[in-house]
């Protein structure tokens, strides 16, 4: 029997637009409009295009809300951060990034 040993190494906080282009994603930020904020009460959202996160054996959509752009992104850096990532989920393509710590830092002030 083989055991393959894994080096635990220390992985820093990723700035998520740096994140975004080393994989060459789109970071998609959206507006709500008025009565589409009744439910969130945040004006609004973002997603990387074509990104899904693997909850155990499913696929599920993650967005960041925010009243900000620069508060959505940071939102979505909680919910996709530390997790594994799968772009094209349905296609012969299909890749599974797992995801480190994102942060928002590089603020758009937007």
């Known amino acids: ?3 393959n040993r894994i080096k ?3 992985i820093k906080d990723i700035e998520i637009l740096d994140f975004e282009k080393e994989l060459s ?11 589409n904020t ?8 973002c997603s990387f295009e074509d990104i899904e996160v693997k ?7 993650a967005f ?12 979505y850096c909680k919910r996709i951060g530390n997790k594994f990532l799968v772009q094209g989920s349905h296609t012969k393509n299909r890749i599974e ?3 480190p710590k994102l942060v928002h830092t590089r603020l758009l002030n937007k």
């Open 25 to 35: 994603l789109e970071l998609v930020i959206n507006e709500r409009n008025g009565a």
């Open 8 to 10: 635990d190494i220390e």
């Open 55 to 61: 909850d155990g054996i499913m696929l599920v959509s």
């Open 1 to 3: 029997m083989e055991i």
């Open 38 to 45: 009744q439910y969130t009460g945040k004006k609004y959202y």
């Open 97 to 99: 990034i797992a995801s």
């Open 64 to 75: 960041g809300n925010g009243n900000t752009i620069d508060e959505s992104i940071k939102a």
